[in-house]
């Protein structure tokens, strides 16, 4: 009975994660009211939850293996307490870095759930579970689309309190339903990494994910403050447009998993990057509102069906090793949300608009797409050599 409820469990667990994790950029529109926040800074303190959600994915993926996703899932929602409440109290621009750095707690539990969630099921549903799995990355479309209609109504401060009693049922959850008996894997990390960093894969899923999960998390952050400012949107028409970014990027994601588990997963990447580097292009002459939604639902399934995809391919290519390597792709994936926001923001002050950066992430989407057909066809030709 536990095992078959840790799917759902975990599940939601992301979901909770992700809904903290995004609490900042939610509801920044309401928070710069009355917050001073210079202009230059806002695109920093929304990627600033970012740095911590990624960097600590590598040791909660090691620790899920240690001491179970049960521990770990548990330990991190006490742990959100602090700077949740600490948000909740915020009245300087310095509180608002404080705690969002500690919210990145909420975005690193990504990397607990893709180590665990594995062991219950077969290597030929590990595609489908882990697609399922992400789908918990509505969280951050949850808070986008919620947060700022129960601020409307009862503020800030008040909307922020709202997550501690989620945190608080949310660790109960665990306490009571977790796996206390999930296999445990005591392999020493400073072994497993050495094992793992010369292998050129390793860095090329890195990168791919960087693009795939870092425009998913970067486009969550931005878009509510973005839309607002660029377009004139009112802060819920922003908040609903983001939300329904983040919906399609997340319910795509299984139908990545499930073509990855049906077909060949380097042949489904190069259609990916091949969208991405038409949507981003989009991006970069977008006159238009309308336009701007084409580019980003386009770069939303691309992101999706990448996001999915790609964990097929690590437990493929390092089967021992699948555990850390989960820990460092999803880690360059959050840094992947981290840096364009501020290369964004960056661009637009000094050019006074974005159309260079939108092309700058179409490049690197090329330049990716140029590396998954050499990685396709450099298999075929090992696979040739071996028979």
Same mark, same amino acid.
């Given at each position: 009975?536990?095992?078959? /409820? ?13 809904? /903290?994790?995004? !609490?900042?950029?939610?509801? %920044?529109?309401? *928070? ?8 230059? =800074? ?27 996703? +049960?521990? &770990? ?5 006490? &742990?959100? @307490? ?19 750095? %500690? ?13 665990? @969630?594995?062991?219950?099921?077969? #290597?030929? =549903? ?59 894997? =005591? ?5 497993? *990494? ?6 050129? #894969? ?8 960087? !693009? ?25 028409? $922003? ?13 795509? +994601?299984?139908?990545?998993?499930? %073509? ?11 259609? /990916? ?5 038409? $949507? ?18 386009? !770069? $939303? !399934? ?6 999915? &995809? ?18 460092? &792709? ?25 159309? *260079?950066?939108?092309?700058? %992430?179409?490049?690197?989407? @090329? ?12 298999? +075929? ?7």
């Amino acid at each position: 009975m536990i095992k078959k /409820v840790q799917l759902p469990l975990q599940t939601l667990n992301l979901v909770v994660g992700f809904m /903290v994790w995004v !609490i900042i950029s939610s509801l %920044l529109p309401f *928070i710069s009211e009355d917050i001073n926040i210079p202009h230059e =800074k806002l695109a920093l303190l929304t990627a600033i939850p970012v740095v911590l959600g990624s960097v600590l994915r590598i040791p909660l993926g090691y620790y899920a293996n240690i001491i179970g996703a +049960r521990m &770990v899932f548990l330990l991190s929602f006490v &742990v959100l @307490l602090f700077p949740v409440y600490y948000l909740s109290e915020a009245n300087s621009y310095g509180d608002l870095v404080i705690g969002g750095l %500690l919210l990145g707690v909420g975005g690193a539990v990504f990397s607990v759930g893709v180590t665990s @969630l594995p062991k219950y099921y077969s #290597k030929e =549903k590990h595609g489908l579970i882990n697609g399922v799995y992400g789908v918990g990355n509505i969280g951050t479309a949850i808070s986008t689309f919620a947060a700022p209609i129960v601020a409307t109504q009862f503020g800030w401060s008040l909307t922020i309190k709202l997550y501690l009693v989620l945190l608080l049922f949310f660790a109960l959850l665990n306490f009571f339903f977790g796996d206390r008996h999930e296999p445990k894997v =005591k392999a020493p990390i400073i072994s497993q *990494i050495k094992g793992v960093y010369k292998n050129y #894969k390793l860095w090329f899923f890195s990168l791919f994910y960087f !693009i795939t999960f870092g425009s998913f998390v970067a486009f969550t952050v931005y878009l509510p403050n973005f839309l607002v400012s660029e377009f004139d949107l009112q802060k819920v028409d $922003a908040g609903m447009r983001t939300a329904g970014f983040i919906a399609v990027a997340t319910f795509i +994601r299984p139908l990545g998993g499930w %073509l990855g588990d049906k077909f060949k997963p380097l042949f489904l990447l190069m259609g /990916v990057f091949s969208i991405y580097t038409f $949507a981003a292009i989009i991006l970069a002459f977008s006159p238009s509102i309308g336009l701007y939604t084409v580019g980003c639902i386009l !770069i $939303a !399934i691309s992101a999706g069906i990448g996001n999915g &995809v790609i964990f097929k391919l690590v437990p493929l290519y390092f089967n021992k090793q699948a555990g850390i390597v989960n820990g460092i &792709v999803s880690m360059m994936g959050g840094l992947g949300g981290f840096f364009p926001p501020l290369m964004l923001a960056s661009i637009h002050s000094i050019t006074g608009h974005y159309a *260079i950066g939108f092309m700058l %992430l179409s490049e690197v989407a @090329l330049a990716s797409l140029i590396l998954v057909i050499w990685m396709y066809y450099q298999d +075929r030709l090992i696979k040739a050599d071996s028979n």
